[in-house]
């Protein structure tokens, strides 16, 4: 059985890289040894620190609490997950989310939008 879900999570974080490589971003699985080195599951994606998660039944407390535990200084810890026949969603502490969103917001009022 773990043969399975080990294959289901790297054909998962495949498919996410697929979908980011899709909307411009160089990315690609990471070193895949248990988070022995650090690295997120899916690499690539200036500054945050991805776990990704492509399961029926996700433990999100457990999977952002690995997202912080990993992550590294200069990177927001995020979940990137989806079940079957869903689309991809992502999860993370909402004062990183503010963060993003203030940027882009600030963003905006620049181009006169």
């Known amino acids: 059985m773990a043969i399975n879900s080990n294959r289901k999570g790297k054909v998962g974080e495949l498919e996410l890289s697929r979908v980011l490589r899709k909307h411009g971003y160089d990315t690609r699985r990471g070193q895949q040894y248990c988070g022995a080195d650090g690295s997120a599951d899916v690499i690539g994606l200036p500054y945050m620190h991805i776990e990704c998660?492509?399961?029926?039944?996700?433990?999100?407390?457990?999977?952002?609490?690995?997202?912080?535990?990993?992550?590294?200084?200069?990177?927001?810890?995020?979940?990137?997950?989806?079940?079957n026949h869903k689309p991809w969603a992502v999860t993370m502490l909402l004062e990183d989310w503010i963060e993003l969103y203030r940027e882009w917001e600030a963003g905006k009022e620049l181009m006169g939008e």
């Open 53 to 83: 998660k492509r399961v029926e039944k996700l433990n999100l407390d457990a999977a952002i609490i690995q997202s912080i535990r990993d992550c590294r200084e200069n990177e927001k810890p995020c979940v990137m997950h989806r079940k």
